[in-house]
DNA sequence: CTTCGTTGCTACGGAATGTGTAGCAATGGT
DNA sequence: ACCATTGCTACACATTCCGTAGCAACGAAG
């Protein structure tokens, strides 16, 4: 690796504060803000089994443009969900429990599917 | 209401089709398209208990677009995950089901919440 | 029929966000 | 000194989104 820790620019939407489209803070509005951004769900999808290097989960991301790429790492870090570490970047324990409960989305996309082409 | 309905451009990403970020065509990227664009989860939050005419549910999504609304609406209803009743705008089967599997974000987020300003 | 209010929805110009390529500085191995 | 790899940035172009204004279709009331 290279380059030691540099504090961000904070644009990540954090709890109790407001987000974009709305300014209650309630927590599961900063939480759709952040998931609602392009690439952020595909990231931590691509996390879910194994950490990686940033060159090596761009192209699990199918190329995925850096600039975006650090831009939502550097959001997901800054809520603790994602972290660099020696193995590269992987899920935090808070992270890993978010998964958890996107984890349904498989199943419900692939008996979504089967409604559109019923030979599986 | 007015206008009958009305045939559309077919931008919405769907299962065993090629999306923007994988040409794999599997259901899960699919989703992860569809759900990762701007205001798609939200649309999907302000549904969750009761159908909402197009201008109410703009004002529970504070004041979005109604441009983008439109898009949004149009995608998730050329996927059967919304429909356009005498109701209004309202989840179909189908969507109460994802919604479901999307339902412990709340929990989590409350949780995350907590880390961020521990007195709750 | 006319007026009024509400419906879903679109046009359009400007602002924000994302994309793609190239490449830099730091680190570790040989 | 080289070389490969790392995380990450610069910059110009394209796409998407936003905000305001407003249209056409319907229902109810006069």
Redesign the interface.
Known sequence: MCYVFRSMASKAP???QPVR???TGR??????DL????????VL?ELRDAPATFRELRER??D?SPTVLNQRLGELRE??IVELSGEGYGLTA?GT??LE??L??????????R???PAD
């Open positions: 954090k709890p109790r489209g709305s300014r927590p599961i509005m900063a939480l759709l998931l609602g951004r392009r690439w952020t769900l595909r999808w991301c199918d995925v809520v603790g808070r429990t978010l409960a996107l349904p989305l498989d199943a419900w996309a692939r008996a979504w599917a409604s559109f082409a």
